[in-house]
């Protein structure tokens, strides 16, 4: 028995809107960013963003092994999942918690901390679903036919590493392109 998937459009929309949003302010500032913010750094959002792709490789791992009935490859897979999302979180973390404005100080702060923000949360949504996702692929309770729950997570993670192309390059990129 097939069942078919539709995505959530929402999410879509929401990301396209900040994205959106981020262009609207830009294009009604004489500067953008905002005169005394530098262009953003490069290393530690490439290093992060690495992260966050080798994490979508570990998931798709984990779909291929829970087809295969190799629980214990499905397990570690799940976690490694969580664990290079949880350093690309830690990089965003120290990232911004030496930032040179806030998100009050003026609309660039405001709309790329609110992108990073929302990103993250998903981040961390993601991470939590997963977590429980990995728990329960520890017990035995996924295999080859029961794992409907596991690809549906997996098509959540991989929308949340494939809408952060997009908000890397308005954010990290877009700057140095004008």
Known sequence: ??????????????????????????????????????NPGLLLPLI???????SSVFMHQADRAVGRNQIRRLTWS???????????LGLKTYEYGHKEYRW????????????????????????LKTLVVCVLSARGFFHAENRLALTVNGFYWHFVVIVWVPLFTVIYLSARIS
């Open 1 to 38: 028995q097939r069942i078919a998937l539709t995505p959530r459009e929402g999410n879509t929309v929401e990301f396209s809107t900040l994205i959106a949003s981020y262009f609207y302010l830009g294009f009604h500032q004489p500067e953008w960013p905002v005169p005394g913010v530098d």
């Open 48 to 54: 992060g963003t690495l992260f966050l792709i080798v």
């Open 104 to 127: 009050d100080d003026h609309a660039y702060g405001s709309i790329v901390w609110l992108i990073i923000g929302f990103h993250s949360a998903h981040v961390v949504s993601v991470m």
């Open 78 to 88: 799940l976690a490694l999942s969580i664990v290079c999302a949880a350093v690309f």
